[in-house]
């Protein structure tokens, strides 16, 4: 793919701030716009729907803007990695709502483009480009959590198809996912060496769903059954027994883009708005500054963190262009990434005083409500995506070089 130029860019970013003027639906761009967040990440169940969240989804989607940098064949956009940071960057900068938010996008759709077949590529990637097939990801099981590769799910052949029986744990959004990338076990004699990648229908009989309630009063973790489950041959990914490279990979994926929403103005763990302007609004300003003085030290530095991690994050990913995609070094990115937004996010309910001890009622505003919630959501960015400590043994081997402890 050729590169461009500055004035071919000039020109490329130009077209793009025409074409989102020109295409956002109004009834988004209101303030007070009663969206559906459920419609951001698609699926089946918004086949059809005329709520605008979709019919913007599907302008973007037609323009293979949702994943620029994928081949055209497959519905992606074709373009270069420059064009695709000038489309997040004018997204960004018009505050436009995301087009579609996706575990196929994040995490499926890059390992399918590097481990599959060209029939499964072009029946699982438009799809995803589209949004019309909402994923969710079988990995952690009730005894293989940070030891992944001691999982149970067993996956025989038994003939025309595969049989699964088993069962996951913290399965992100399985109540309203399509479909499940998967893994299982394909051989009882070998650990790393048994396990196989594949996709699972979420319609098929003997899938079972359960919701898991959080402290923070959400239910977006769910256990998953698998009683007799019958998939077609087709959807192994990969060579039989070779799953483990499979999640390897995509596990830094999903690092990669964990990390991508724990910036300083974003909004994971609830935390959102401009901390520092949170801070004054509640505890008051001296001279134009936080009047507490310590607290004000501790922002500026939970600040500097994220500017550094920002620093971090570009240049992993100019590396990244000279390989084949994202390395061990997410890890870096999701450890530091998960440290952070904790630390800001209690920074945040420190900040609230008095507000920030409401769960729910009256005389605490939505965005109070969803900062105290948020900040118990946080105790779970250290744990999913591989947990904290994970992360620094992958470090510490993997980026250091550090030897295996005696």
Known sequence: MADFGASELDAFRAEVRDWLAANYPPELRAADAATNPEAVWGGRAFQGSSDPQIVWRDRVAAKGWTAPTWPKEYGGGGLTSAQARIIDQEMAKGRYRPALMSFGLWMLG??????????????????????????????????????????????????????????????????????????????????????????????????????????????????????????????LVGRLN???????????????NISAGFGEGGTAGGASGDLAEVAKTYMGVDEGRLSDLELRRRITENKMNFAALRQTIGRIAAEAKTSNGPSAATSIIKYAAAEFAKERSELMVEALGGQGLGWDGEGFSPAELTAVHGWLRTKANSIEGGTSEVNLNVISKRVLGLPDPK
């Open 110 to 235: 890059p390992v399918l483009l590097e481990y599959a077949n060209e029939e499964q590529k072009k029946e699982h990637l438009p799809k995803i480009v589209r949004g019309e097939i909402r994923w969710c990801q079988g990995y952690s099981e009730p005894g293989a959590g940070s030891d992944l590769a001691g999982l149970q799910t067993k996956c025989v052949d038994a003939g025309d198809h595969w049989r699964i029986d088993g069962s996951k744990v913290w399965t992100s959004y399985a109540d309203k996912a399509d479909w499940c990338f998967c893994l299982v076990r394909t051989d009882q004699t070998k650990k790393h060496e048994g396990i196989s990648f594949v996709l699972i229908d979420m319609r098929t009989p003997g899938v079972e769903t359960r919701p898991i309630l959080l402290i923070s009063g959400e239910s977006p973790f769910c256990e998953t059954f698998f009683t007799g489950v019958e998939i077609p041959k087709g959807n």
């Open 242 to 256: 070779g799953g483990w490279e499979i999640a390897k990979r995509l596990l830094q994926y999903e690092r990669q």
